[in-house]
């Protein structure tokens, strides 16, 4: 039995299949942390505070149901942001010469969302003034039926000019 090149049967796969990857870029997870380290840090502060005032909020019930609601709270948004970071972590966004992707995968189920260029009637790139200073942005892109954002973007510009090349070439 001949051996056949590697190569060859996935070049053709990818010229049938797939689209040339023109950028492929995981989103930051810098918000996200920076926002669990606030929660934590808050959390901890009011909770000590609590605990070591017990006349804080009145009698010693009281403050003792409030540290005990705070605990709860700063717990809740600890785990939404752990789960946050852990679905940014497996995302991925793509650009080919053909559309956008994103996709990510979390407990043996993918989800893939993506815009095609030439079905593209806006797009936009939006970043305010701590996005600047740390180095990412949001992409939105209007398909018509639904937006698709690209969020925490590392060098959201290089990105959105890959996707306003892919525009222009659709016009």
Known sequence: MSRQDPQTPDATAKSTTEDTVVLRTNP???????????????TLGVFGYLQLNPEALGSPDITNTGAIVVLLLGLILTVRFLIRTLVLVRTTYVVTDDHVEQRYELLFRTHSKGVRFDKLRSHE???????????????????????????????????????????????
């Open 28 to 42: 930051t997870t810098k918000p996200t942390l920076i926002r669990l380290g606030v929660v934590l840090l808050l």
């Open 125 to 171: 790139l939006t970043q305010n003034r701590i996005q600047s200073v740390l180095g990412y942005g949001t992409i939105s892109m209007n398909r018509g039926l639904g937006t698709l954002r690209l969020e925490s973007v590392n060098d959201p510009e290089t990105v959105y000019a890959a996707v306003q090349a892919g525009a222009k070439r659709a016009d």
